[in-house]
């Protein structure tokens, strides 16, 4: 059973930082593009980051470009999200999602996953 657990989250005043950590279980981690995405209040999915299975390749949302580093340990079957000069508008909560395709795939505004985290909070305030 894959499993994708998802920590990190809490609440940061603007411009802090906080790193986000998925740990997956139940596949075989390295053969996976990895990604994360959130979804604000009222809002949609949106993609944030993703990452090739061999970490050689990454992605990122124009809104969060320069201020968030994703990058993975296979070794550890985790992924990271590194994220620094937080806005109140990157208030959400963010998933993790393994996918056998590639990490480009994920930017695609239909896109769905193979497997999806339950999700971390992550609150900005003003």
């Known amino acids: 059973q894959v499993q994708l657990v998802e920590s990190g989250g809490g609440l940061v005043q603007a411009g802090g930082s906080l790193r986000l950590s998925c740990e997956a279980s139940g596949l075989i981690f390295s053969n996976y593009a990895m990604g994360w995405f959130r979804q604000g209040a009222g809002k949609e999915r949106e993609f944030v980051a993703s990452i090739s299975y061999g970490g050689g390749g990454t992605y990122y949302a124009d809104p969060v470009k320069g201020r968030f580093t994703i990058s993975r340990d296979n070794a550890k079957n985790t992924v990271l999200l590194q994220m620094s000069s937080l806005k109140p508008e990157d208030t959400a909560v963010y998933y993790c999602?393994?996918?056998?395709?590639?990490?480009?795939?994920?930017?695609?505004?239909?896109?769905?996953?193979?497997?999806w985290g339950k999700g971390t909070l992550v609150t900005v305030s003003s």
């Open positions: 999602v393994a996918d056998i395709g590639t990490a480009r795939a994920m930017i695609a505004s239909d896109y769905y996953g193979d497997y």
